[in-house]
Structures are given as structure tokens and as C-alpha cells.
């Protein structure tokens, strides 16, 4: 297809396509969308070989929030069954990412639910961030807190903060559709202080909550402009108790080519699988790693995600490595290191350990009184 031919080498380039191209991708069909997952590959390649990022998820403060985001369980007036709780101490905090960096996190998202923190609150993360260095000095920290101030921005630089995470969510046109107690100018704002303060910019969309393809390449284009380090995609998880409820719209094929597209827009980017991945690609996240190198280990603030070791062996299983604490993710040009590391170009070992734990004698069914399985 003429298409992916400009837009792989485009990405091979570092460029991104043009508007109209990014949109073709989100037209393509199902009978093109393994050769859309395989031109997404290549640029994936390029730039983050057949390395995997795991990033985990620590929700300091949950639920409660004055904000009114309809995607979000926990948003004002949310009757979705979540953990509701004010801040975790930090060494509670601490222990959830221990076990994080344990599974093989390198990446620790420090999140708190709220329009943006106080300055208390800002004090807080910071202990939080030294208790979590004490047991991984070498973990990367991400903090996820709201709206920030200059001020605020500079302080989490000075605790340790890496990165900072504010996503941008949807279009401008569709932002006062899924939320009206802030604007979308204010996200871009704190994304902007987040990058001044020298922290690395995280900001990512949610798909699936109305908009129209016009709105997803909007949204993709307007990070892109930000210049961000990396891009979280999620999926609409919709929470029983939230306006976005019944919200069901996205198949495992329509996942598969926003991603792509965001892949070619931000092709040397860190492109991360964050929620709703279990629950839109089912049975197809394998074939989405060829497109992002990062995703979210094991849970997610309000739900729960597939058992990390789950995670694990599908990452193994389709020839990807877990990238390695210490490591840089980015390509050299964006302030990373070449893509050399362990396990870059390595192909799976020829044997492979004894897995007798997969094989399960049939018990039901034919020559049997329980029922056969189908
Ligand atoms: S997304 Fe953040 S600001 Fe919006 S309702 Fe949820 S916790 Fe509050």
C-alpha cells in the first residue's frame, strides 16, 4: 500500500505524516491491518528496537475528586465501587512500588487524584519520593498530580521527578463534551510548566469516548506540537456509576490502527499501552507491541489489569525484552542512548525451559460425566 510506504519512511526519517495520512491510517480496513501493525513495526523498531518499557502505577489518593472528567470513577458525583482513600504514607507508597520495580517496573507513576496538589501535597510527594529511592535508587519517577503551578513544577523537579504525566485526553473541539470544570488550555498549560520546570513531558489521549477520527489525529497532532517524551494511549474503560458507562465502541482492529497512527505521528516517541488494553484488545495485545514499546504493569488506579505475570510472558512470548532499570528508553536525538542494550537484537533461545504447568489432562467432555467444553 502506497500509503505505508510513505509513512515508514517517514517514520525511519523521524517525520510525521501529514494530517490527511494520519487520518487514511484511522480509514484503513481490516483486510490491510496486519501490514498496518507490520509499517508500524518497523518505525517502532527504528527507534526502541524490540525493547518493552513497564511502567507501574501507584494511586497515592483515590477517588473523591471535585473535577467533573465523565470518563473517570473518580470524578464528582462518580458512584462506580472504587478504593476510595486520602494520601498513602510514604512508606505505604513505597512497599505498592517496591513490589512494582520487583515485577520489573522501571518506571514508577506516582498518581493522586484532585484538580491539581497544594503545596502540602507537593511536600508529601517529595517524602514519598525519597522513601521510594531508599529500596530503588534507580527507578524513574513519574508524578501524576493535576494542574500544576511553576512553582510546584520546580519543586517535584528538585524531589527527583523525571517525568510528569498530565494527559491531554481528547480534542480541544470535544474537550468541553467530556469535561467542564477545566479546559483543555489549562492541560496544555501544565504539560508546557511540566517541560519548563526540566521534568519530561508524559501526555497521552483516551480513545473511545465519542470522538470522531478527526478528534483522535487532533489530539495526536496537538501532542506532537508539545514535543512530549511519551504518549500513554487508553482506551475508555467505562466504569459502571460514571456518564461514560455504557460507552462501548472500539473493536480490538480499531485499537490496533490508533495506535499505529500514533506511532507514525510520533514515531521516535514512547508510545505506552496504557488502560483498557485487556478489555478493547482482548486476544490482540501481543500483535500491539509491535507498535508501542512501554506499557503499564499490572493494575491500573481503579481497576485491575491482567496478573503482571501475565504480562511478562506475553512480552516474551512475542519476541520483545523487558527494558532494563538504568537504561535509557528514548533515542539518542530526544536525549536517550542508542538502542544497544541487552537483549536488542537477540533472538529467542532455541529451548525453552519445561513449561509442563501449561498442559492440563482433559477431565471433562467424552468419557466423562461433565459436561464437554464449548
Ligand atoms: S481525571 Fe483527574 S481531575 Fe479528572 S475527575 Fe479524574 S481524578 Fe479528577
Known sequence: MELLITLVE?????????????????????????????????????????????NYLVNLKSGLCPEDCSYCSQRLGS????????????????????AGTKGGAKRVCLVASGRGPTDRDVERVASTIEAIKQSSPEVEICACLGLLSP??????????????????????????????THGFADRVETVRRSREAGMSACSGLIAGMGESDADLVDVVFALRDLDVDSVPVNFLIPFPGTPLSRTWELTP??????????????????????????????????????????????????????????????????????EEPGSATLPEHRGGTAPTQPGEHRDAPATEPARTDLVTPRRRGAGTDLAPNA
Open 10 to 54: 517517514k517514520g525511519l526519517r523521524g517525520h510525521s505524516p501529514t494530517r490527511e495520512e494520519a487520518l487514511a491510517v484511522l480509514a484503513t480496513s481490516d483486510d490491510d491491518l496486519l501490514d498496518v501493525v507490520a509499517a508500524a513495526g518497523k518505525v517502532r523498531r527504528k527507534w526502541f528496537g524490540r525493547r518493552v518499557k513497564l
Open 79 to 98: 458512584t462506580a465501587d472504587i478504593l476510595t482513600y486520602s494520601w498513602l504514607k510514604p512508606h505505604e507508597a513505597a512497599a505498592v512500588a517496591e
Open 151 to 180: 512553582q510546584q513544577a520546580a519543586r517535584l523537579r528538585d524531589a527527583g521527578v523525571h517525568a510528569y504525566s498530565h494527559n491531554l485526553n481528547t480534542s480541544e473541539d470535544q474537550y468541553g463534551k467530556i469535561c467542564t
Open 253 to 322: 482492529q480499531r485499537c490496533l490502527r490508533i495506535l499505529a497512527m500514533v506511532r507514525f505521528v510520533c514515531p521516535d516517541v514512547e508510545v505506552r499501552l496504557a488502560g483498557g488494553r485487556e478489555i478493547h484488545l482482548r486476544g490482540l495485545q501481543p500483535l500491539a507491541l509491535h507498535i508501542v514499546n512501554s506499557i503499564f504493569l499490572g493494575d491500573y488506579l481503579t481497576s485491575e489489569g491482567q496478573p503482571g505475570k501475565a504480562d511478562l510472558e506475553m512480552i516474551k512470548d512475542a519476541g520483545f525484552v523487558v
